[in-house]
Structure formats: structure tokens, C-alpha cells
Nanobody, 125 residues
Framework: QVQLVESGGGLVQPGGSLTLSCAAS????????MGWYGQAPGKQRELVAT???????DYADSVKGRFTISRDSAKNTVYLQMNSLKPGDTAVYYC???????????????????WGQGTQVTVSS
């Protein structure tokens, strides 16, 4: 069974830094685009950053110059380095990946979108 597991959230003061990690595991043959989304209280989930298999990245305007997305293909892991954090960055952060693999043991291989369980990031003094 393919799954994404996030880690690294927490409470940080304004101006501080955090690094989020998201590891994919299970019957995986290939991972395509990976990304991070944030959902603030009372708001819709929004794109924060994405990284393609070839390393091409894209960022929301609000985080450009402060956040960096990267991936380690050998570890099936995507990272989000978050610097100069602001209270407005407070949200639950979800990782996302397009994965070619087996959804369940014994099933045929297919490409599906997977989400992590989310990790809380709170920026407050």
C-alpha cells in the first residue's frame, strides 16, 4: 500500500525556520510531480510549491524567496525548507505526489495522486 508520511511541523517564532519532510513508501515504481499544499483555518487548501521529476520547481508568490522545495529520489522523499516564517504561513501542510505503483498488494500498477496526513505549522510569538 502506497502512503506518504510527513514530519517536521511545529511551533516557531516569526522569522524562524522549519524543514518539512515527506517520505513515500510502499509498492512504488516511479514518482512524478511532488508538492506541498497549505490549508489555513477556514480557508481552502492552496499550492505552496511543486517539484517535477527533473527538478523543475514552482512556488506560490507568497513564499518565493523564503521557501525551497527539494527531493531525494533515492529516498522517495520531498522536503520543504521554510525560512523567514510569518504568522500568515500558519497552516496544516500536506504533501502530495503522483506515483506509479500498486495502490494495494496484488492490485495492478497505475498512476494515482496520494496525499499525506498533514503536519501543523504554527508561526507565533
Amino acid at each position: 500500500q502506497v502512503q506518504l508520511v510527513e514530519s517536521g511541523g511545529g511551533l516557531v517564532q516569526p522569522g524562524g525556520s522549519l524543514t518539512l519532510s515527506c517520505a513515500a513508501s510502499g509498492s512504488i515504481f516511479s514518482i512524478y510531480d511532488m508538492g506541498w499544499y497549505g490549508q489555513a483555518p477556514g480557508k481552502q487548501r492552496e499550492l505552496v510549491a511543486t517539484i517535477a521529476r527533473d527538478g523543475t520547481t514552482d512556488y506560490a508568490d507568497s513564499v518565493k524567496g523564503r521557501f525551497t522545495i527539494s527531493r531525494d529520489s533515492a529516498k522517495n522523499t520531498v522536503y520543504l525548507q521554510m525560512n523567514s516564517l510569518k504568522p500568515g504561513d500558519t497552516a496544516v501542510y500536506y504533501c502530495n505526489a503522483d506515483i506509479f505503483g500498486r495502490r494495494t498488494p496484488g492490485s495492478g500498477a497505475s498512476v494515482n495522486v496520494y496525499w499525506g496526513q498533514g503536519t501543523q505549522v504554527t508561526v507565533s510569538s
